[in-house]
């Protein structure tokens, strides 16, 4: 469970990943906002279970609102990155953050 962050632009740290870690950080990124949207919000049944939720990542993006955000912001670039625009909805449907 990681974080590549290569920049503080969120966008611009996503488009610095290749396809393999694009895919991977889809996931992993979608897994972070649901441990963390439970943490700051409270439980929802749509979202991913807890995973790593003493990871240093994890933490981090629940520590404050402006982590939260980033992250959110991140998973964003993350699918326009991988995909157009048209497919974007289908990616949070899957990832069950299309509630966000």
């Known amino acids: 469970m990681n974080i590549f962050i290569t920049s503080f632009d969120s966008k611009e740290a996503?488009?610095?990943?290749d396809d393999l870690r694009l895919n991977k950080m889809i996931l992993e990124t979608a897994q972070l906002l649901s441990s963390a949207y439970r943490h700051l919000f409270g439980n929802d049944e749509l979202l991913y279970k807890d995973t790593h939720f003493n990871h240093p990542c994890s933490i981090w993006a629940r520590k404050n609102m402006d982590n939260y955000s980033w992250?959110?912001?991140?998973?964003d670039d993350l699918t326009k990155e991988k995909c157009p625009l048209k497919f974007r909805p289908l990616i949070f449907k899957f990832h069950r953050l299309y509630f966000l």
């Open 14 to 17: 996503a488009s610095h990943l």
């Open 71 to 75: 992250v959110v912001q991140y998973f």
